[in-house]
C-alpha cells in the first residue's frame, strides 16, 4: 500500500503545482497589465514636462516679439494644454485599473492613484506661479516620472519572481529593458532643457530648493548617456524579432534626428553654458520628442504583447498538464492496487522466513540462509549468505588480531569487497600511527619554537636564545650583540600590493638576513615586519655597525614578485618589482655583571628597539648604537612620563584656549584647548616636552580624555553663566588615541557628562593619521556620524592627495602656519588652492598662526573661513578670557592607570 498511497501524495502535489503554475501566470498577466497603464502615465506625465518646460522657456525668452514667435508660443500654450489632459486621462486609467485588481484579489500599485495626482498638482502649481524658476519646474516633473519608473520596476521584479517559464521570464526581462529605453528617452528633453537653465534658485513660496547648474547638468548628462548605451544594446533581448523592432524604432527618421541633436546638445552642454532655444526650436523639439515616443511606445506595446502571449501559453500548459497527470495518477492506483491484493500473500510468506534467518544470524548464529520468494527476495537471500561467509572469515581474522598476532591476520588471505579493504586497510593503519605520532611530536616542537611564515626562531625562541647567549657571556666575559633590524616601507607594500606580497617580501628578507651572517650568528623574527640577530663573542661595537649596515644593503636590495592569477590562460604571469628598507639598532650585552635572567634579556631587547628607533627618526637606513646619551634619555623620558602621569592624577594640568575668529563678521566662534603643566617644584613645562613623552605610551590616551572632559565640561560653565552660547570647543586628539576602538565612547562619554551637543565639540587630528591608520579614518567617520565636526590639523604637511579630500572624512581643514607665515609666493598659491579645494567637497577652512594685518588680508582674499592667531588672540586662561565671568569647573579627576591600548605612532594630543 505505500507506493499507492505515495503515487496518491505525488500526483496530488503535482496537480497543485501545475495549478499554481495556470495561478500564477493569470497574476503576471494582470501586473503586465498594470505595467502598461503606468507606463502610459509616466510618458503622458513627461509629455507634459516637455510641453511646460518648452512654455515656461519661451514665454522668458527675450526673442523679438515677431509673427513667428506669436504662432509658436500659441502652438506651445495648445500642446500644454492637451498635454495636461492627456496626463489627466492617464491617472483616471491608473485608477480604474487599480480598482479592477483589488477587485480581482490582485496586487494593487505601490503608488495610488491620489498619490499620482497630489504631486502632479505640486508639479502645475511651481510651473504656474512665476516666482519659480524652470529647474524647479523639471525637477518636479522629472521626480513625478521617478517615482512611475520605480513602479514599473518593482511590479516587472514581481513578476519575474513568479513561478513562470523561462521564456516568459525572458520576455519579462525584454520588457523591463524597453520600458528602461523609453524612461530614458522621456526624460532626455525635460533634463536638458533644465540643465540650461538652472541657477540654483527656489520656490520663495514652498522653500523648496532648485537644483544648482551642477546638478542639473549632471543629471541631464547621465539620462543622455545612460539612453546611449542602453540603445546600442538590442543584442540583450530574447527574440530577435523584437531585436528587428527595438533596431527599426531606433533608427526611423525622426528618432535618428533628435538622438544626433541631443547627442550635440550634451557636446556643447559639457563646453559651458548655452542660450535658451528660441519658441519655434522649442515647438520643433516638442513635436520630435513625441514622434519618437510614438516609435518607442509602438515597442513597449509588442514587449508587453510578447509578456502577455508567454503568460498566457503558461496558463494552458499548466491547466493541461494538471489534467493529464490527474488521470495518468488514477490508472496508476487502480493498476497498482489489483498487484497489490495479487502479490501480498505469496510476498509476506517469503519474507517471514527471509526475517527470521536474519533475526538469527543478528543474534550470532552464522546458520545457512534459504533461498525462497520472488526474484529480489531471493537475491536478498543470497546476499545475505555471502555476508554470512564474509564474517565468518572477519571472525578468524579478529581472533588473530586479539591474540596479538598482527602478521598472521596480515598474512590471510584478503576478504573480498570493501570490507576486506577496510580490515587490512585497518590493519596497516595500526602499525602507521606508531610512526605518524612520533612524527608529529617532533613537527609540534619545532613549530612551538619557529615562526610559520620564514621558518626562522620566533619571539619566544629568540628571548630563550638571548638568555642562554648572555648566561655564556657572563661565564666566559665575552660580550654578545642584538641588532634590531626593523623594516621601512613594509606597510606601503602591503598597502599598494596586499598581504601575499608582503608575505613574499617577509620571506625574502628572511632568507637575506640569515644569507649574510656567520654560521654561528642566530636571525630570529619578533613579529611584524621586526627581526633580531643575535651574535656573539663580539670584539668590537664597531663589528656589529659593519654588519648591520650590511643587513641594510642586503635589505634594500629589489624583491621580484610573481603575480599567481594571469590575465589569460595563454599570457605568461607578471612580475613587480617590490622594495624595502631597514634600519638597525645595536645593543651590547657585556659579561661583567650581567645576570642571565629575563630581566636582562628584555633590558637587552629595549636597548636595540631604542637604538632602532633613534635610527628612524634620523632619517631611517641607518644604523644606531645604544650609547650612554641614549639610556640618559631612556632614563629622563621614564622618569618624566611616571611625572606626568602622577600630574594627571594630581590635577596639576589645565587648560588654555584660543579664539578662533570668523573672517566675515570678526565675532569669535569657537575656542581651541591646549594642554599646558604646572609642574610644582619645576615650573611651567613646555607641551613640545610632554606632548612626545605621552605620544610614546599609552598615557596619550589617558591625557586625551582628560582634555576632552576638562574643555567640555568648561564650555558647559560659560554656557550656564551667559558666556559664548554659541561658540564652540575644539580638542586636539594624538593618532593613537583616535586609532583605539573606544575613542568614540570617550567622545560620547564626555558630551553626555557635560551636556553638549556633539555639534558643540571639534575634534582635530593631524593629516597623517589618514596615511598612517585606516583604524583611525574609520573611527572619524564614526565621529561624524555622532554629529561632532572633525578638523584636520596642520594641513598641507603631510601626504594627503587633495583628490583625496572627496574621501576624506572631516569637515574643516586647518591650513598649516607655516604657510601662513612664509613670503614664498608658491606658498601663497597652495594655501588658495587648498582653500578653493576644500569648498569644492563641502568643506571650511581655518589658517592658523595669523600674526600680521597683511597675513589677514590675504587670508580673506583666499576665501579662507575661519583664522586664529597672535594677531586676534594667544592662547589665554578662562580668567584671562572673561575676567568676570563664570569661574573654572572642577576637573574631573582620571585614573592613574590607563586602559590597554594597541601601539600606534600618532602624533598630536592636548596642545601645542
Known amino acids: 500500500m505505500l507506493p499507492l498511497v505515495a503515487t496518491a501524495v505525488v500526483a496530488t502535489a503535482s496537480i497543485a503545482d501545475r495549478l499554481d503554475e495556470a495561478e500564477a501566470a493569470g497574476a503576471a498577466a494582470d501586473q503586465v497589465r498594470l505595467i502598461t497603464v503606468v507606463d502610459d502615465l509616466r510618458r503622458a506625465v513627461d509629455v507634459e514636462a516637455l510641453s511646460v518646460v518648452a512654455l515656461d522657456l519661451a514665454v522668458d525668452g527675450e526673442a523679438t516679439d515677431d509673427a513667428v514667435r506669436r504662432v509658436a508660443l500659441h502652438d506651445l500654450a495648445a500642446e500644454s494644454s492637451a498635454a495636461r489632459r492627456a496626463t489627466d486621462r492617464a491617472v483616471d486609467a491608473l485608477a480604474a485599473t487599480a480598482a479592477d485588481l483589488s477587485a480581482d484579489g490582485a496586487s494593487a500599485p505601490s503608488t495610488s492613484a491620489a498619490t499620482v495626482s497630489a504631486r502632479l498638482l505640486t508639479a502645475r502649481s511651481a510651473a504656474d506661479q512665476s516666482t519659480t524658476g524652470t529647474a524647479t519646474t523639471a525637477q518636479a516633473y522629472l521626480s513625478l516620472s521617478d517615482t512611475l519608473g520605480v513602479v514599473q520596476q518593482r511590479t516587472a521584479a514581481q513578476v519575474a519572481a513568479g513561478a513562470l517559464s523561462a521564456r516568459s521570464t525572458q520576455a519579462v526581462q525584454d520588457l523591463e529593458r524597453v520600458l528602461q529605453l523609453e524612461r530614458l528617452a522621456g526624460q532626455e528633453a525635460v533634463s536638458m532643457l533644465a ?176 533461498v525462497h520468494g520472488p526474484g529480489e527476495l531471493r537475491d536478498a537471500a543470497r546476499a545475505l549468505a555471502d555476508a554470512v561467509s564474509g564474517l565468518d572469515h572477519v571472525q578468524a581474522q579478529a581472533r588473530a588480531i586479539a591474540r596479538g598476532d598482527l602478521e598472521t591476520a596480515m598474512a590471510a588471505a584478503p576478504l573480498p569487497g570493501p570490507l576486506g579493504e577496510v580490515v ?66 613594509f606597510k606601503k607594500v602591503n598597502d599598494a600590493h596586499g598581504h601575499a606580497a608582503g608575505d613574499h617580501v617577509l620571506r625574502v628578507v628572511a632568507q637575506r638576513l640569515a644569507a649574510a651572517v656567520r654560521p654561528g650568528d642566530v636571525v630570529a623574527r619578533l613579529g611584524g615586519d621586526e627581526f633580531v640577530v643575535l651574535v656573539e663573542d663580539v670584539r668590537a661595537p664597531q663589528d656589529l655597525v659593519l654588519l648591520g649596515r650590511r643587513l641594510v644593503g642586503t635589505v634594500s636590495a629589489p ?40 630581566s636582562a634579556t628584555d633590558a637587552l631587547l629595549a636597548e636595540a628597539d631604542t637604538a632602532v628607533y633613534r635610527a628612524k627618526a634620523g632619517g631611517r637606513g641607518r644604523v644606531e648604537v645604544f650609547d650612554d646619551a641614549l639610556r640618559a634619555e631612556m632614563t629622563w623620558r621614564s622618569t618624566l612620563e611616571a611625572q606626568l602621569r602622577a600630574g594627571l592624577a594630581a590635577d596639576e594640568l589645565h587648560l588654555v584656549y584660543q579664539p578662533v575668529v570668523d573672517l566675515r563678521t570678526g565675532a569669535t566662534v569657537g575656542y581651541e584647548a591646549l594642554a599646558r603643566w604646572d609642574r610644582p617644584g619645576s615650573g611651567p613645562v613646555p607641551p613640545d616636552v610632554f606632548v612626545p613623552v605621552a605620544e610614546a605610551s599609552t598615557l596619550v590616551c589617558e591625557l586625551g580624555r582628560w582634555v576632552l572632559r576638562t574643555a567640555t565640561t568648561q564650555l558647559a560653565a560659560w554656557r550656564s553663566q551667559g558666556l559664548a552660547p554659541t561658540a564652540t570647543v575644539a580638542v ?46 574609520a573611527h572619524m567617520a564614526r565621529l561624524r556620524d555622532l554629529g561632532v565636526t572633525v578638523a584636520i590639523d596642520d594641513f598641507g604637511t603631510g601626504y594627503t592627495a587633495i ?110
Open 732 to 777: 586636539n586628539l594624538s593618532g593613537r588615541h583616535v586609532a583605539d576602538p573606544g575613542v568614540v565612547d570617550d567622545v560620547r562619554t564626555a558630551l553626555e557628562r557635560s551636556g553638549l551637543a556633539p555639534g558643540d565639540l571639534v575634534v582635530e587630528v593631524t593629516e597623517t593619521v589618514l596615511v598612517d591608520d585606516t583604524a583611525a579614518t
Open 424 to 489: 587490512r586497510a585497518s590493519l596497516g593503519r595500526i602499525t602507521a600511527t606508531m610512526h605518524s605520532r612520533d612524527e608529529l611530536r617532533s613537527s609540534l616542537a619545532h613549530q612551538a619554537v619557529h615562526d610559520a611564515l620564514t621558518g626562522l626562531p620566533n619571539r619566544a625562541r629568540a628571548v630563550a636564545l638571548v638568555t642562554d647567549a648572555l648566561g655564556r657571556s657572563r661565564a666566559t666575559g665575552s660580550t654578545t650583540g642584538l641588532l634590531f633590524v626593523d623594516l621601512d616601507g
Open 195 to 370: 540643465a540650461r537653465t538652472a541657477d540654483g534658485a527656489g520656490d520663495p513660496a514652498t522653500g523648496a530648493v532648485a537644483p544648482g547648474p551642477d546638478d542639473a547638468q549632471e543629471r541631464w548628462l547621465a539620462t543622455w548617456g545612460a539612453y546611449t548605451q542602453l540603445a546600442g544594446r538590442s543584442e540583450s533581448l530574447s527574440t530577435p524579432q523584437l531585436r528587428v523592432a527595438w533596431r527599426s524604432a531606433l533608427t526611423a527618421g525622426p528618432v535618428q534626428r533628435l538622438d544626433a541633436d541631443l547627442t550635440l546638445a550634451a557636446g556643447d552642454g559639457r563646453a559651458g553654458p548655452q542660450r535658451a532655444p528660441e519658441a519655434d526650436e522649442l515647438l520643433d523639439l516638442g513635436r520630435a520628442v513625441r514622434a519618437r515616443d510614438g516609435h518607442l511606445a509602438a515597442l513597449v506595446e509588442q514587449a508587453s504583447s510578447a509578456v502577455g502571449a508567454a503568460v498566457t501559453a503558461d496558463a494552458a500548459g499548466a491547466t493541461s498538464r494538471a489534467w493529464l497527470t490527474a488521470a495518468l495518477g488514477l490508472a496508476a492506483l487502480a493498476v497498482g492496487g489489483a498487484g497489490a491484493l495479487t502479490q501480498a500473500r505469496w510476498l509476506s510468506r517469503a519474507v517471514r522466513r527471509l526475517a527470521e534467518a536474519a533475526r538469527r544470524i543478528t543474534a550470532g548464529e552464522l546458520i545457512a540462509v534459504p
Open 559 to 598: 624583491v621580484l614578485s610573481w603575480s599567481t592569477t594571469p590575465a589569460a590562460a595563454d599570457t605568461p604571469t607578471t612580475a613587480t618589482t617590490l622594495r624595502v628598507g631597514a634600519s638597525v639598532g645595536v645593543a651590547l650585552g657585556r659579561g661583567d655583571g650581567a645576570t642571565a635572567d629575563a
Open 803 to 912: 583628490g583625496q579630500l572627496a574621501r576624506t572624512p572631516a569637515d574643516v581643514l586647518k591650513v598649516d602656519r607655516g604657510f601662513v607665515a612664509s613670503d614664498d609666493p608658491a606658498h601663497h598659491r597652495l594655501v588658495t588652492l587648498i582653500t578653493h579645494a576644500a569648498h569644492a567637497f563641502g568643506m571650511s577652512v581655518v589658517v592658523e598662526g595669523v600674526e600680521h594685518p597683511s597675513q589677514l588680508e590675504r587670508c580673506r582674499a583666499d576665501g579662507a573661513d575661519r583664522a586664529q592667531g597672535y594677531l586676534f588672540s594667544r592662547p589665554r586662561t578662562v580668567k584671562e578670557l572673561f575676567p568676570s565671568g563664570a569661574p573654572a569647573p572642577r576637573t574631573p579627576r582620571v585614573s592613574t592607570v590607563p586602559r590597554q591600548l594597541p601601539a600606534d605612532d600618532g602624533v598630536v594630543h592636548g596642545g601645542r
